[in-house]
């Protein structure tokens, strides 16, 4: 069972994520770049990839957090609660930057939220191996993701770009370290059911 004390902190975790401001730790990438003039649909367009990547870390924290409740190796709850502070960052950027662009983030953030906490929680009750291969695949499908986002950012929107090849980036490494601590190959079905979950996702963040 899980113990109170981890509820209660999974609990404030989540008023944090969906209510305060994030903080970062590193620069915001991109912060020296110009902020370069952008169309009225280029701008609509970066905004709306921006808040994409702001739902996906908004997922990310609440699998994290998730994951970190139900692990049972005291080496992988460190690992995953180091992934999601890292993952904090990149909400702080996102955050930062829907706002200079004048956009808003998506008004289904609780729904995402509770999703992916309650995905984290099953794949840690699987178990490490499964926990941390479920972790390398959605980092890998992240990936692919924000390689696509860079390119339908607008070329100038520079700003934009930098943040998100920067969580590209780490994105990777959080892949290789779930998979160097022990993370297992996921069924192709369930790889293909993450990939339907996370189109419905962008499909719709996109707008809402």
């Known amino acids: 069972m899980l113990k109170v ?24 990438p991109g912060r020296n770049l110009p902020e370069n003039e952008l169309s009225e649909a280029e701008k609509r367009e970066s905004v709306a990839l921006m808040r994409i990547n702001h739902v996906g870390e908004v997922c990310a924290q609440a699998l994290y957090q998730g994951q970190a409740l139900t692990a049972r ?14 993952e904090t960052e990149h909400l702080a950027w996102t955050e930062r ?6 956009g808003r983030k998506s008004f289904l953030n609780p729904f995402w939220y509770g999703g992916s906490f309650t995905l984290g929680l099953v794949a840690g009750v699987l178990g490490d191996k499964w926990n941390l291969g479920f972790l390398a695949e959605t980092e890998r499908q992240v990936e692919a993701h924000l390689a696509d986002h860079l390119r339908r950012l607008p070329y100038q929107d520079v700003r934009s770009r930098a943040i998100v090849s920067q969580m590209k980036v780490d994105e990777a490494c959080h892949a290789t370290m779930a ?18 979950g996370s189109k419905t996702m962008t499909r ?3 707008w809402v």
């Open 73 to 86: 190796n005291v080496a992988v709850q460190q690992a995953l609660n180091q992934a999601a502070r890292e």
């Open 179 to 196: 998979i160097s601590h022990g993370g297992g190959e996921l069924p192709l079905p369930v790889k293909l059911a993450m990939k339907l």
């Open 97 to 102: 930057r829907i706002a200079e662009l004048g």
């Open 204 to 206: 719709t963040a996109y």
């Open 5 to 28: 004390d981890k509820l209660i902190i999974g609990f404030d975790n989540a008023l944090r994520t969906l209510l305060a401001p994030a903080n970062t730790s590193r620069p915001v």
